[in-house]
Nanobody, 126 residues
Framework: QLQLMESGGGLVQSGGSLTLTCEAP????????VGWFRQAPGKGYEGVSC????????FYEESVKGRFTISRDRDKDSVHLQMNSLKTEDPGVYYC???????????????????WGQGTQVTVSS
């Protein structure tokens, strides 16, 4: 079973920045589609950004366009989510998820991804 590890969450003031990192020892992440999802209290999982394995195409949820950037770090075989201009509506537990065969940037839904990390908390203060 794949083990995913997220890091980089924390408390930041509104307008601030955080960078989340997803690592998966034992696999080559470049061969997997990777998605970042968030779950706010009392809400379901929301696809924030996904990056395909095959063509590198990227999806961003509308509310994060222009503020968040997903990228692959080929040297460290990890995926980052750079979050700038954080807003009070961005907080939640952020999860990294991967899938090798089905998911892509065009399939950025909760059920499209087969392996999930434990999540990292993001809190934004006003």
């Amino acid at each position: 079973q794949l083990q995913l590890m997220e890091s980089g969450g924390g408390l930041v003031q509104s307008g601030g920045s955080l960078t989340l990192t997803c690592e998966a020892p034992g696999i080559v992440m470049g061969a997997y589609a990777v998605g970042w999802f968030r779950q706010a209290p009392g809400k379901g999982y929301e696809g924030v950004s996904c990056i395909s394995a095959r063509d590198g195409s990227i999806f961003y949820e509308e509310s994060v366009k222009g503020r968040f950037t997903i990228s692959r770090d080929r040297d460290k075989d990890s995926v980052h989510l750079q979050m700038n201009s954080l807003k009070t509506e961005d907080p939640g537990v952020y999860y990294c998820a991967v899938d090798r065969y089905y998911a892509s940037s065009y399939r950025c839904g909760y059920t499209d991804y087969s392996s999930w990390g434990q999540g990292t908390q993001v809190t934004v203060s006003s």
